[in-house]
């Protein structure tokens, strides 16, 4: 192509020189909000010491996109995704191409998020060490020119044990790593009983549970499969860090307090803080 449109991120290899603006990223941390990835960018500005230019202000770099959040703090980038592996596919590719145009080497990308816990005390972090569908499957299956694709929802190990490391043995809560089962629905798709259908009875949903929690399945989201599968596809590292906001295995409503679930969902922020300060460090 003479020039690629990331229609997406309103930004354009023609329009834009994504060597100039992005060519020093090193790491894509992406989550499900354009608000808390805009705090995220805060947070990690204060953690690495970054100073912005004098007189300018964190911007939103896909602001005229309408569609993602995208802050770009020293060689971090803090990407919204939305909800769902469609958002977040739509988001991978835009990405992958996006550090290709750049020249970037290597980057890694992060996931940090919210899910499900299954037997799980809520804030507890889950790392996850694959992705698996709602079959239990552990590849991403995409219907392309009318077959269907399927791409092995894998994520880096090295990756999990080098974050699993840097929890600290007084942190007030669990980090843990299992597999994350990954829906393309939050009620009937996550078993629940309280969406606007449930034609199932509350022995079946435990039955569910129960089955995946033995399959070593510690969370529930809806972005990891496409997350682990079109990172590995391309040869990125990533991972996935949730906090879990419910214990599945007592009920399906969040009713934490804004304010716990607030704390909470800085936890994954706290981990991928600390690794790339650490990266920083040692480079
Ligand atoms: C976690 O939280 C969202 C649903 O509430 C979804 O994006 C996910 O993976
Ligand atoms: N996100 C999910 O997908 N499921 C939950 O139960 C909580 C957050």
């Known amino acids: 192509m003479d020039q690629d449109i990331l229609y997406h991120l309103a930004l354009g290899s023609g329009s834009h020189d994504l060597v100039e603006m992005f060519g020093d990223v090193k790491f894509v941390c992406m989550g499900g909000t354009p608000k808390r990835m805009e705090q995220f960018a805060y947070y990690i500005m204060e953690e690495i010491g970054h100073k912005l230019p004098a007189g300018t202000m964190l911007q939103d770099i896909?602001?005229?996109?309408?569609?993602?959040?995208?802050?770009?703090?020293?060689?971090?980038?803090?990407?919204?995704?939305?909800?769902?592996?469609?958002?977040?596919?739509?988001?991978?590719?835009?990405?992958?191409?996006?550090?290709?145009?750049?020249?970037?080497?290597?980057?890694?990308?992060?996931?940090?998020?919210?899910?499900?816990?299954?037997?799980?005390?809520?804030?507890?972090?889950?790392?996850?060490?694959?992705?698996?569908?709602?079959?239990?499957?552990?590849?991403?299956e995409l219907p392309v020119l009318g077959k269907l694709v399927q791409r092995r929802a894998l994520l880096d190990?090295?990756?999990?044990?080098?974050?699993?490391?840097?929890?600290?043995?007084?942190?007030?809560?669990?980090?843990?790593?299992?597999?994350?089962?990954c829906t393309t629905d939050f009620y009937e798709g996550q078993g629940r009983l309280d969406g606007a259908f449930c034609d199932y009875t509350e022995a079946d949903k435990m039955a569910f549970l129960?089955?995946?929690h033995r399959a070593g399945v510690l969370n529930m989201e809806m972005e990891s499969l496409a997350f682990a599968a079109l990172t590995y596809h391309a040869g990125i590292r990533s991972a996935v860090i949730c906090v879990t906001i419910v214990d599945r295995l007592k009920g399906d409503q969040i009713h934490s307090p804004k304010e716990v679930l607030d704390e909470w969902q800085q936890r994954p922020q706290v981990l991928v803080s600390r690794y790339i300060k650490k990266y920083l460090q040692t480079k």
């Open 210 to 212: 129960e089955k995946v």
């Open 157 to 181: 190990k090295k990756l999990v044990r080098e974050l699993k490391a840097l929890h600290y043995p007084d942190d007030p809560y669990e980090t843990l790593s299992g597999k994350s089962l």
């Open 62 to 140: 896909s602001q005229f996109s309408y569609r993602y959040s995208m802050y770009k703090v020293g060689p971090v980038l803090s990407v919204s995704h939305g909800m769902g592996i469609p958002s977040v596919g739509i988001l991978l590719h835009e990405m992958i191409k996006l550090m290709y145009h750049a020249r970037v080497k290597d980057p890694i990308f992060f996931r940090i998020g919210t899910s499900g816990g299954i037997g799980l005390e809520g804030g507890t972090v889950v790392i996850s060490e694959e992705a698996v569908d709602g079959l239990l499957r552990p590849y991403f």
